[in-house]
């Protein structure tokens, strides 16, 4: 599993949903790394990605490639899921598989 990075700003409308996935999140054991777009160090680790819009949610993978972002957007919790846990379903034993 990889990690999370949430890009905000103070006066965001869209903000404070995108900013409480990340804290869901954090409760289930993801890595979330959260930038204010409003300071230097936010807006640099911003322009690395070319985001130009708040609020920006991107999630990368061990290695620290994107697998998928939303821009400008806040996704559902379960979408966000979807693309951290994909093999999570495929990896779960079948039923009436048994070993023998």
Not at 54 to 83: A, N, Y
Request: hydrophobic share 35%.
């Amino acid at each position: 599993m990889g990690f999370i990075k949430i890009f905000t700003k103070a006066k965001c409308p869209k903000c404070p949903a995108a900013k409480e996935i990340g804290k869901e999140l954090k409760k289930e054991g993801v890595s979330v790394l959260n930038y204010d777009l409003d300071t230097i160090d936010g807006l640099a680790e911003a322009s690395f990605y070319s985001i130009r819009s708040t609020p920006s949610i991107v999630i990368e993978d061990e290695e620290e490639r994107e697998v998928i972002s939303w821009r400008g957007i806040v996704p559902t919790l379960q979408e966000v899921k979807q693309h951290l846990f994909p093999l999570t379903s495929s990896l779960s034993p079948s039923p009436g598989r048994g070993e023998g």
